[in-house]
């Protein structure tokens, strides 16, 4: 955990999954094997966001495994799947959600659920119908914690935010490449919990790369930096900030949130 400069908030640095042979030699010793990574990672970091949630259903049985493994104070941030995001569809919104709050039921009863992210397309663009299905499915989680990340600009208006705000709904700020109807690096915070998510810089591959060359992408400290006054503004507003970098690329994500960490503590100094 970090401190901020004048904050007694809590800054949670992490990454987006865990699971990365390409890692081997920077965050887990060479033959390491997959089913201890968890463990390792939990050593170094203190939450971590679950991609995989997002291309298959969780399983209760594996998440009360993760919450064996890792520290009673250690936190997740999951990703929900993409039959709520993606895919979705009013008519089966009430099934999905179901079958996805059951599978992480273990997490959330051991009191290591950061938040739900909800994290929308570039085509999820702001119109009422859009509008509708965010608030029909927020709706759907009760009280659990929940995080939305818009990838279009046109959802940066203080209207949302104040919407959010209204639901105790954190709103994920965002850096992305600075391409044409992307979100703006921003500090906002709309809940209890402020979140920012590291994606990377590569225009080149932004919008016809993969999933691992889309964010395939190294920070240099310039950049870091700009994010430091961010999260300590966030910090004053929030007592539990997220920090989460999803360039995962060779242990890439690894080393930017190593950094950060230390900056955040040295500017605390």
């Known amino acids: 955990m ?4 004048n904050s007694s908030s809590v800054v949670r640095i992490g990454t987006s999954g865990y699971s990365y042979k390409d890692w081997a030699g920077v965050l887990y010793p060479v033959g390491t094997r997959s089913s201890d990574y968890l463990k390792l990672y939990s050593s170094e970091f203190d939450v971590a966001e679950l991609n995989f949630s997002y291309y298959r ?14 520290p009673p104070d250690f936190l997740f941030s999951v990703k929900a799947h993409k ?11 009430a099934s999905d959600v179901a ?30 119908d859009n509008r509708e299905y965010l608030n029909k499915l927020c709706a759907q989680f009760g009280q659990l914690p929940l995080a939305v990340e818009f990838r279009n600009r046109y959802w940066q208006r203080n209207s949302v935010y104040e919407g959010l705000k209204e639901r105790n709904i954190a709103y994920v700020n965002v850096d992305e490449p600075g391409l044409s109807g992307l979100p703006l690096a921003q500090d906002i915070v709309t809940s209890g919990t402020g979140y920012v998510r590291f994606h990377g810089r590569n225009s080149g591959n932004w919008w016809t790369g993969d999933n691992v060359s889309r964010y395939d992408y190294f920070y240099n400290d310039s950049e870091l930096g ?29 080393e930017n949130a190593r950094r950060l960490r230390q900056m955040l503590r040295e500017e605390k100094e």
């Open 83 to 93: 039959t709520l995001t993606h895919q979705f569809s009013s008519v089966g919104i």
């Open 226 to 254: 700009e994010w430091v006054p961010r999260i300590e503004a966030m910090a004053a507003q929030a007592p539990l900030v997220l920090v989460v970098f999803n360039n995962h690329s060779r242990g890439q994500a690894v």
């Open 57 to 70: 259903m969780p399983d209760a049985q594996l998440s009360a495994r993760m919450v064996s493994v890792t």
């Open 99 to 128: 079958e996805f709050v059951k599978g992480i039921d273990p997490i959330a009863e051991a009191s290591k659920l950061a938040v739900i992210l909800l994290q929308f397309p570039f085509s999820f663009h702001y119109n009422r």
């Open 2 to 5: 970090t401190e901020c400069k």
